[in-house]
């Protein structure tokens, strides 16, 4: 049998001077190529967890495990662009080459390929307040993508965005998964972008425990989709889920 990507057992994180546990006796494990949405409410954990594979934070106890091969090849991708306000498109998606003294040529025609992949080909000389906000969301993109990864972490990158936009960057992702081979953990308020960009929806509850895993089966991703009963039949089902957390919390 394979090895997961990712393994979480019983893990437990407790910040200090706090109460309570943020996330309490965490179990999942994430299978080579799955992507899977993160979903519950506010204070629930969600970005904790995030920053837990990061290994922007440590645990307090417990397992998390993440496949050798993997644990060099993540990338963060936060919930607001955070672009450098006076360099360029183009100079913001270099940045990590600069802090780890490994720009050249080849990696700027690396970061230019991706921006133009990204629609972008344009704004590489414009600054950030220069763009709207979805086109500082694909900098943002290009900037982690810029690194080759093999895991994204998404920390809600679309929840400021109109929806409109919101469903093109949806569907961005799902081609980027395709074309990079990608897979993502991704953090999300919204059951309906947890259904469409999730193989797998975990909800936590209020306690930072794992309430449901469910597993998503639907034909390739478009935003059709959404429209469709079968669709419609996991999003309810995890709404019913959602509701149960607000009903015993």
């Known amino acids: ?10 893990l437990v994180k407790r910040f200090p001077n706090q109460a309570h546990n943020v996330l309490e006796n965490v179990s999942f494990s994430v299978a080579a190529g799955e992507c899977v949405a993160l979903l519950g409410p506010s204070g629930c ?33 936060f919930q607001e662009p955070r672009l450098v306000p006076w360099r360029t498109t183009l100079e913001n998606v270099l940045l990590p080459f600069e ?14 390929a991706r921006l133009r992949e990204l629609g972008l080909g344009e704004r590489l000389a414009h600054f950030p307040r220069e763009l709207s906000g979805g086109m500082q969301m694909r900098v943002a993109l290009a900037r982690a993508l810029v690194t080759r990864p093999r895991v994204l972490l998404l920390d809600e990158p679309f929840a400021a965005l109109d929806e409109r936009t919101r469903f093109r960057l949806e569907d961005l992702l799902l081609e980027l998964r395709a074309e990079y081979d990608l897979q993502y953990v991704f953090v999300t308020h919204s059951i309906a972008e947890a259904v469409y960009l999730g193989d797998r ?44 957390l607000e009903v015993t919390a």
Do not use: W
């Not at 049998?1 to 019983?10: C, G, H, S």
């Open 1 to 10: 049998m394979e090895a997961p990507a990712i393994l979480v057992r019983d």
């Open 201 to 244: 929806v975990l909800l936590l509850n209020n306690q930072g425990r794992l309430h449901a895993d469910e597993r998503v089966s639907l034909p390739p991703r478009d935003q059709d989709l959404k429209l469709q009963p079968e669709f419609n039949r996991y999003v309810r089902a995890l709404s019913q889920s959602f509701h149960a």
């Open 45 to 77: 954990g969600k970005t904790t967890l995030l920053r837990l594979l990061m290994g922007i934070e440590a645990p307090t106890s417990g397992t998390l495990v993440v496949e050798e091969s993997l644990r060099s090849r993540l990338a963060y991708v």
């Open 99 to 112: 802090l780890t003294g490994s720009l050249t040529a080849e990696t700027r025609e690396l970061a230019v």
